[in-house]
């Protein structure tokens, strides 16, 4: 079951917009690269620009993105003049192919960004700006994967304070199919989508955000 964290019409917006927030904070406003990943992870702007809200894809820039995204953190800096290159850097790249990762994967920006830090990810433009995008998300897959042992599904629930057996009883989810999830002996992103919703429901989050890897 493949389930993008929103429409993909807004996708390449949020991959501008991003793109041109990480350059401007980091080349214009001189903002270390971590500092900004950081305040990008926790911030409410980027919970917006990750569920593919059209005031963030495509109702602001990427310069008005970055002062949001540090003002909301209360992150201190030096105004600047808006600017945007036609020339790209890899500060933007890295912003741009964080957006599309973030799309394609579900994942919030805050477990994406405390597997691979932003710096990481700017590293990696030499080795990954010509190759096809996906090829990026492979390698961030297999990073995030590595770094999170414990499925989507078990972390949500113990975060809800439930045990399987009440998660079951309150989703209707026999618990033997849970643990069985939680194990990874069983996919759960080839489960019925029913199975998704009731245990999204239970569990008070979307159904992507238990989705694995």
């Known amino acids: 079951?493949?389930?993008?964290a929103y429409n993909e019409d807004y996708l390449t917006g949020a991959q501008r917009v991003l793109g041109d927030a990480v350059d401007f904070a980091v080349m214009t406003l001189r903002i270390d690269p971590d500092a900004f990943?950081?305040?990008?992870?926790?911030?409410?702007?980027?919970?917006q620009l990750a569920s593919g809200n059209p005031k963030y894809t495509v109702g602001m820039n990427g310069c008005e993105?970055?002062?949001?995204?540090?003002?909301?953190?209360?992150?201190?800096f030096s105004d600047a003049p808006d600017e945007m290159y036609t020339d790209k850097s890899p500060e933007y790249w890295a912003g741009w192919a964080l957006a599309f990762f973030q799309w394609h994967s579900?994942?919030?920006?805050?477990?994406?960004?405390?597997?691979v830090s932003l710096s990481n990810i700017i590293e990696m433009y030499p080795l990954f700006h010509e190759m096809d995008i996906m090829q990026f998300c492979d390698r961030m897959y297999k990073t995030v994967k590595s770094l999170t042992p414990d499925t989507r599904l078990k972390t949500k629930r113990e975060n809800?304070?439930?045990?399987?057996?009440e998660l079951a009883q309150d989703s209707g989810v026999p618990v033997r199919q849970i643990q069985l999830f939680e194990q990874r002996q069983r996919d759960i992103?080839?489960?019925?989508?029913?199975?998704?919703?009731?245990?999204?429901?239970?569990?008070?989050?979307?159904?992507?955000?238990?989705?694995?890897?």
Do not use: P, W
């Open 1 to 4: 079951m493949e389930i993008r």
């Open 37 to 47: 990943g950081n305040a990008l992870a926790v911030c409410d702007a980027s919970k």
């Open 65 to 76: 993105f970055a002062r949001l995204v540090l003002t909301q953190t209360y992150t201190s």
């Open 106 to 115: 579900s994942l919030s920006f805050g477990e994406i960004l405390s597997a």
């Open 160 to 165: 809800s304070g439930l045990s399987q057996s």
């Open 189 to 213: 992103n080839k489960t019925a989508a029913e199975t998704l919703l009731r245990l999204s429901r239970s569990l008070c989050c979307h159904m992507e955000d238990l989705i694995e890897l």
